[in-house]
């Protein structure tokens, strides 16, 4: 019985691995390693039905599933030209602000947090602050069950389609949780202003900020990609401004800018382009926080993720509060052959998907490019900033150091599998 | 008493799936018993394990594990094994079902009643789409005993 390897549990897949090499007191190579499922899947749903993508590639990612989904919905409606109806798209935004509240409460808390607060783990963290990990977890569990009124379970939820949904949820238990979000918005405005009392390191980068845009919301489903430099692009044209390419160290791509530059998507990306579009609460909360923006500090992310908390509780409630079902559930669909890409707002970035269909609705390609793997390039230049640091700290100090930086920008591995190997190798 | 038999594992991750497979198998083979309990299948729980266990008096959660025994064994770790285990810092960022217990426990009164068994199945191919693995698709008949001998064993204890 001693033997087993209790904590792995099979989930040992994707440990990432960071290496910096380093000459004359400088590091000059980092590399960071990160498995990453999305390249089996392009390949596994190639010959399958449509409608099976959505429930397929909900699989990619255990924390966010509702990306998977919307993303692949909108890439083959766009391929068959179906538009979804309004009522169809309120509840795909509340789905959505459930996956939000869900993600981002267990990442402040209990992925980011205990780094800021200088303890191991949420373990610990629960061990000296329990009022604030009960709350955590009281916070995320709202949005597990607005998960599961509306998907059928909270883990995979299952009544998303192409096209809409299967059935439309009962009004009953999506309204009996309003008087939880409310206390949920309450929690998250004292979420808001505890982020800002938190010790970040120092460490200002000038970021090329990407996030999609929509002029009318907050943007999370349909719009255009904006970049702070400027750019604007159809999700249609995504491409052609961002391009995927393979990196030998990795198995997951890179992604960089037509013009070579790497960018940032995500919480501060979203943030810093899309404050406008923030609903009251959450406005308020950031003008209560004094905050110049654009935010540039990679850890403050978290204070992002924290005035996102707020809009989507209140978005949920207001959503919530609006439903009444009516016409059909989903769009009739019309098979014909076709190519259609689409693009949201994952908690940790833009997630964009094209897929081309033949006249039988069967997949021939698929192309999924995930936040971590655009962010990916992005950490390494954020690493080369922290460097000089990294370099005089002790091997445990470094580590932690570097940990925390790539664990503020939530990549998909951060929850799923464990964590970093640093190694420093020296070339004098 | 209130029990919960779930199995957990992804089914496009080879042996991962084993735990999914062979509680399926049990409800196929053992109907009856499976009526009196509460049956759960999770791909990837994380911390919604712990919603998954409120209200249970007794859970036994039937996953994959890495050990160092042939493929297809089938490991039974009891409560007060599982209770006494400590993950290690290194790897607490992660959410196995070991921690996930653990933080519930240190969290929850409610939680910390409950009497966790955990079957796990050794597998040996974890690999991205790949079939379960021979090994392991010989041991869900056993596990699959394996778990209606412990939910036996409860049902057991309530009525005595």
Redesign the interface.
Known sequence: ?K???????????GEGGLYIGVKDGKAVEIRLDIYE?PR??EG?LVGRYLQEVPD?TA?IC??CPVAYQMSSAYALEKALDVRVSPPVRALRRLLYCAEYIESHA?HIY??QA?DLLGV?????L??VA?EV??GA?RM??IG?EVLKAIGGR???PVNACVGGWYRWPDAAPLKALLPELEWGLEAAKECVKWSLTLPYPDLEIAYEFVALHHPDEYGVIEGEVWSSKGRKLPVAEFETGYIEEHVKHSNALHSHTVDGGHYLTGPLARLNLNHAQLMPAAQKALKDAKLKLPLKNPYKSLIARAIELVHFYEEAIALIKAYAPAGPAHAELTLKAGEGAGATEAPRGLLYHRYKIDEHGRVQFAKITPPTAQNLPRIEEDLFALAPKLMKMEQEAATLTAEHLV?AYDPCI??????LKLKIESRE | MNILVLGIGQSLRGDDAAGLEAVRLWRETHPQTARRVRVETAELPGLALLDLLMGADAAILVDAVQAAAPAGTVIRVGPDELAAFTPDAQSAHGWGVAETLQLGRALDPALAHVRVTLLGIVGKDFGMGAALSPEVQQALAEAAERIEAEVQELLAGERG
């Not at chain 1, 033997?3 to 897949?13: D, M, S, Y």
């Not at chain 1, 951060?414 to 964590?419: P, R, V």
């Open positions: 019985m033997t087993i390897e209790v904590p792995a549990l099979a989930r040992v897949e499922p089996f899947f596994f397929i699989r255990g924390i267990l209990l992925l205990p191991p783990s949420a373990l610990d629960a061990a329990p990990v009960k977890l995320k569990k597990n909270s883990v995979h664990r951060s929850c799923a599998t464990h964590f």
